[in-house]
């Protein structure tokens, strides 16, 4: 496995790739990797991908009171994580490499990027589709493997791929959760042991969202209630948004219907957590 910083390296693999008859897939990620990253490599295996995975903790995507400078950085264990599970090369920029001195050209997804996490973040998404970008003109992928985790930046960066007309395909993988339920997060290294627990309001409250749909209740006000019910339960979660949303377009519904996004997002503690389901 071979760890470069350097795009025209990275561009060279994947064109002797696709040289040689193979296909590329990009799992992009900010490092601290843990089994949700790991689907996604082995996702791409399974296509049939060789696997470049990039590790940058991307400057543009967080809010000045945000956890940039604390978010954890260990690319030596990342890449021993990688190596393992067969992974070809690992593309870690520096920030000069993705920001040229006076970068100023920015993806913006008019909309959607206002939306969600959108909405609390203010130029989150704007960060991400333009980092994604980026990655994807280093990489040119035939395929890049997103997790549904982040249900808000799949809709974004789906919109932007058609609108851009992107030659790559979007491939989305489910959510990977720990036993308890709680989905798995680079964040979840700051939570303590109490707010471990209480982390586990945000799954139950998907899962609530997600029962009452099942048992036939489609009004959205009534599913997010029951979500946000058992997000208020323990009073150890400051809720962002619980909200039931078309997926494509990340705009509320008034009823539910299969298909649409059930998301939640909170604060325990410091940390900010989100989580989601889709209906049926
Ligand atoms: P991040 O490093 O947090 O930017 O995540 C990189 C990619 O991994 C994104 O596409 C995430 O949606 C995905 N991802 C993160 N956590 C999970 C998880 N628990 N299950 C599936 N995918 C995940």
Redesign the pocket.
Known sequence: MQVTGSVAELRAWSRAVRQAGGTVGL???????????L??VKAAQERGDRVAVSIFVNPTQFGPQEDFAQYPRMLEADCRLLEAAGVERVFAPEPGVIYPDGAATFVEVEGLSGRLDGASRPGHFRGVATVVTKLLVAAEPDRA??????AA??AVLRRMSRDLLLAVELVV?????EADGL????RNRYLSVDERREALALSRAVAAGEAAFAAGERSAAAVCAAARRELEAGGQVRVDYVQLVNWATLEPVETAAAGDLLAVAGWVGTTRLIDNGILG
């Not at 799992?27 to 990253?37: C, E, N, R, S």
């Not at 493997?145 to 982040?150: L, M």
């Open positions: 799992v992009p990620t900010m490092g601290a990797l843990h089994a949700g990253h689907s996604l493997y997103f997790g549904q985790k982040d930046q799949v993988c489910p959510i990977v959760r989905a798995m997060s680079s």
